[in-house]
């Protein structure tokens, strides 16, 4: 373990909510009542760079793969499974490195605006819990201190989808065309704990990068080109009256992400339309996607080691330049690979 200037949260009670099967748990949730009645929100995600050393051999293979894929008796996974589903998973009862990532609400879980902070953190999961029983603590009975954690960021989570409802009109058109029942972004609209994931790591990922963007420091942003809401509206009532069985062509299926989802890294920071956010990022999943582990090195080395010089920003800035073109194209590669497999 890594305790250089890492603060110490292991008395938290942190949980993580994934699928049954997940085994590479890299998020983690714990929220706390202040004295005064606010709350403050920590997000823990596995700290990849603690671990792996930028531009060494595993993390260049990383990069080559830029993705784990899902398929369909098997995952072909972006770290060796000793380190995502071992020593960066973030598995009950074992000392973890994370960079935590702290905001502040007010006592109606509401988010205090420019009141965010982010540290090198060690943690230690107390509780690993499935969508379906994080469901059944929260619409239970029960009043242990995990009970009442849980149902608090339930508020917290639909104080965030009822504040923007844009980005709900476009989670609701991308589940239709993604067809991805194991995403938690599939499961908001019945799972009260999906949401609690979705919300939180969309803020995490909102979050950091406008950090980045307000600091004029290089970050490694997502952005989205979507038509106008009355033709999203449009597509989404053919899309849900089309025969299932044709929808499953594997040919047509990537015609409509090809489509309608224009979802690509840039290195600027700009209007995410579809999440109606001023900027986003892809910062929450290290161990699954290498943009966001890339990120953490941006951090790392901008932030923790304080390399703020010309020549270190204008290192960075070639790299982001170079590296969102080839993650976009691997992307599609990878979606190609799937779709044969």
Not at 29 to 46: C, F, P, R
Not at 68 to 81: M, N, V
Not at 89 to 102: C, E
Not at 289 to 299: I, K, V
Request: aromatic share 14%; with cysteine.
């Amino acid at each position: 373990m890594d305790n250089t200037n890492r603060i110490n949260f292991l008395h938290q009670e942190c949980i993580t909510i994934d699928g049954e099967s997940t085994t590479c748990l890299d998020d983690a949730l714990y929220l706390e009542k202040n004295l005064d009645g606010t709350y403050t929100l920590y997000v823990h995600i596995t700290d990849i760079p603690s671990f792996v050393p930028y531009q060494s051999i595993v993390d260049m293979e990383a990069k080559k793969r830029a993705e784990t894929l899902y398929l369909k008796d098997r995952k072909i996974s972006l770290y060796p499974e000793e380190i995502s589903d071992g020593i960066c998973s973030l598995i009950p009862n074992n000392h973890r490195n994370v960079i935590s990532y702290i905001f502040h609400l007010d006592s109606n879980f509401s988010l205090i605006e420019d009141d965010f902070s982010f540290v090198k953190g060690k943690i230690q999961v107390k509780h690993r819990l499935t969508y379906q029983s994080a469901d059944q603590i929260i619409f239970g009975e029960e009043n242990t201190s995990l009970a009442v954690m849980l149902k608090r960021l339930v508020l917290f989570a639909e104080v965030r989808k009822k504040g923007n409802i844009i980005r709900d009109i476009y989670r609701e058109y991308q589940n239709a065309i993604d067809f991805d029942p194991n995403h938690e972004s599939f499961k908001t609209s019945v799972s009260p704990s999906a949401n609690i994931v979705h919300e939180s790591m969309v803020l995490t990922n909102y979050q950091i990068g406008k950090y980045f963007k307000d600091s004029s420091l290089p970050y490694l942003y997502r952005k989205i080109d979507l038509p106008s809401e009355s033709f999203i509206q449009e597509q989404l009532l053919k899309l849900k009256n089309l025969d299932p069985s044709f929808l499953k062509n594997k040919e047509y299926y990537q015609k409509i992400k090809d489509s309608y989802t224009k979802a690509q890294y840039t290195d600027k920071p700009v209007y995410h339309k579809g999440q109606n956010l001023e900027c986003y990022s892809h910062s929450s999943s290290p161990a699954r996607r290498y943009a966001d582990a890339f990120n953490q090195y941006l951090l790392y080395d901008f932030i923790f080691q304080n390399e703020q010089s010309n020549q270190s920003i204008y290192k960075w800035e070639y790299q982001l330049h170079d590296l969102a073109y080839y993650l976009n194209q691997k992307k599609k590669e990878n979606e190609v690979f799937s779709s044969h497999y």
